[in-house]
């Protein structure tokens, strides 16, 4: 399989927003756009996506997993940036739509998905500083297997101190672009230290930890799994939001909270920091097996994946694929 979001299938859906409303969805082939050069997007980045997968059981059932989640996150995505909302419910039907026809595409390979990106970019040509009146939505679809070329073996990631990905009352918990324009210089400075992912810190004391660079990030330390609490800077994961509630149905102790990177080290040195993963849409969950701060690094549980790590990556993917139980009821199927 081609690399992740690299190979596109044949159709798409689109709709535009103008004179107040958007217009019914179509289903039109895969092709380029024609803008104008002052487009608003390309000057002001107004512009708001998501991701979600679509998977093949082992029946050949397609199905989606908290497509409602997703879409109501780009509604509160549009809201912060100005752009207009959409019914929720008449564009899932919209996604069903488009992947009936392109079923095809949805591999059956072992962890393999049909990655689904839905977008609104504002369409006005005008060169000033005001939201847009016209927008464009899209869907478009990409066959994946493995975000990460480590596939589920643990990652290494690099705290940094010297950038920002996001700041309080900013757009940070936002899926839009300029976000992750931010975090590419950080981001490109570890790989080429030899890690796959960033982990940032906040953007007022840099003390305590928010989110990896894709996912949302998780703590075991002794017997409480911590995450950092929404505030206004972090993506509201899907996956996050199903991590724990999974946790809570386990009867975990589960915790929301800042927790400082001075808290992790010390952790770490007290032989309590058990475990490290993050998690999203693209890697389901990612287990950390080193992390550097400082150029001190800390290695956690011995390199390997945790058991926690384990439990529920299981957990999700076999609801995901039709294999487990959907008790929370999760899945919607196509």
């Known amino acids: 399989m081609a690399a992740f979001g690299t ?14 409303q958007w217009s019914n969805p179509e289903v039109v082939p895969v092709e380029p756009f024609s803008m104008h050069p002052a487009t608003h997007v390309l000057h002001y980045a107004s512009e708001c996506f998501e991701g979600l997968k679509a998977y093949r059981t082992a029946d050949g059932r397609i199905q989606l997993f908290r497509p409602q989640e997703n879409l109501k996150r780009l509604n509160k995505s549009s809201r912060m940036l100005c752009i207009p909302e959409f019914d929720e419910s008449f564009l899932l039907e919209a996604l069903k739509k488009l992947l009936q026809l392109e079923k095809d595409w949805v591999p059956n390979a072992p962890e393999t998905s049909l990655y689904i990106r839905p977008t609104i970019i504002a369409m006005d040509p005008f060169l000033g500083v005001r939201a847009s009146h016209t927008y464009r939505f899209f869907i478009i679809l990409s066959p994946v297997g493995a975000y990460y070329p480590e596939g589920f073996n643990p990652i290494k990631i690099q705290v940094t101190r010297e950038h920002v990905r996001a700041v309080r009352g900013g757009v940070g918990e936002a899926k839009t672009l ?73 009867g975990l102790t589960v915790s929301e909270r800042q927790i400082s990177i001075d808290e992790v080290v010390n952790a770490h040195e007290a032989g309590l920091l058990k475990e490290i993963f993050g998690s999203g849409t693209a890697a389901v969950i990612s287990p950390v097996g080193e992390l550097n701060y400082d150029g001190q690094i800390l290695q956690v549980g011995g390199g390997s994946v945790g058991p926690l790590s384990q439990k529920l990556y299981q957990a999700i993917t076999e609801i995901q694929y039709g294999a487990g139980d959907d008790a929370m009821g999760w899945v919607e199927p196509v």
């Not at 190979?7 to 107040?20: E, L």
């Open 7 to 20: 190979q596109f299938t044949a159709k798409m859906v689109t709709s535009r927003f103008r004179d107040g």
């Open 178 to 250: 300029g976000n992750y324009a931010a975090s590419l210089l950080a981001g490109d400075k570890a790989h080429q230290a030899g890690y796959t992912q960033v982990l940032w810190l906040d953007g007022i004391e840099q003390k305590y930890v928010e989110e990896v660079g894709s996912m949302n990030i998780f703590f075991v330390i002794g017997d409480e799994l911590i995450t950092p609490a929404l505030n206004g800077s972090i993506l509201p994961g899907i996956t996050r939001d199903s991590v724990l509630a999974l946790g809570r149905k386990w």
